[in-house]
């Protein structure tokens, strides 16, 4: 018989009876064998967990584009320390199939030859979280550099969107419908069309955001295309050296 797991201290037992490492230092569980995590892609962690679902990701950097949805939830311990790095596959770094949340993760290197580099979500209805997330280096021929949302919400707070970049409008963020960043920082995002930092078309509210050194044709730091309703509110924002080519060197509205 091997070491008597009872919810006491291990002490000298690192493993159980397979020889597994006890993930939880000194302290034992009630089962014969501690629970041994999946390696591997991190695809393969979302595949297999329910929808609802919060992930808990080991620290590492991922090469590997994502698909996500249903109401699942991607947690890593910092953007430091969790990566999705996309560079050199050609693709948007995360593809929704529905919600998500992102929490405390980094997402890098995507290029689309299309729309989001970052994140594409196309799917009528999807609803995006973002908290402590980092988007940089991230690039989409068309709309939203970083992320791209065709139709839906969006929320993030503490997120960091730097040197991200899109052909067309939104070199950070695209939103077609409603979009909500509060303690967030854009920072040389660039756009060929509007928006250099967001472009958006439904309601957009900014509070204590920083924007700084983003550049578009129109709206170096933000575009709202609000047709006859006013669509933003903009609260203890700071802007700073944006700059349009054309029109509106901070905000841009048609």
């Not at 947690?75 to 320390?81: K, T």
């Not at 940089?136 to 709309?143: E, F, P, R």
């Not at 170096?220 to 669509?231: E, K, L, N, Q, Y």
Request: glycine letters at 16%; charged letters at 10%; aromatic letters at 6%.
């Amino acid at each position: 018989a091997g070491p008597n797991d009872s919810g006491l201290p291990c002490f000298d037992f690192s493993s159980d009876q397979r020889d597994v490492a006890r993930p939880n230092g000194p302290a034992c569980d009630i089962g014969a064998f501690e629970f041994a995590p999946p390696i591997g892609p991190l695809q393969t962690l979302i595949n297999a967990a329910a929808a609802g679902t919060a992930i808990n990701v080991p620290d590492g950097s991922y090469t590997e584009s994502l698909t996500i949805g249903d109401g699942k939830t991607l947690i890593g311990s910092g953007p430091d320390n969790v990566v999705i790095d996309a560079t050199n596959l050609n693709s948007s770094a995360i593809t929704a199939t529905g919600d998500f949340t992102l929490i405390g993760i980094r997402v890098t290197g995507g290029s689309s030859a299309g729309h989001g580099g970052g994140i594409f979500a196309d799917i009528d209805g999807t609803n995006i979280s973002l908290d402590n997330v980092v988007f940089d280096n991230n690039s989409a021929v068309l709309d939203g550099g970083a992320i791209y949302l065709r139709n839906g919400s969006i929320t993030g707070t503490n997120a960091t969107f730097i040197s991200n970049a899109a052909g067309g409008n939104g070199g950070a963020v695209f939103s077609g419908t409603n979009a909500s960043f509060s303690g967030s920082l854009f920072d040389l995002n660039q756009a060929g069309g509007n928006g250099g930092a967001i472009a958006n078309s439904g309601f957009l509210a900014s509070s204590n955001n920083s924007f700084q050194s983003n550049s578009a044709n129109n709206g170096g730091a933000i575009s709202i295309d609000s047709g006859d309703t006013p669509s933003a509110n903009s609260s203890n924002d700071l802007f700073t050296a944006n700059s349009a080519t054309r029109d509106g060197g901070a905000i841009y509205e048609s």
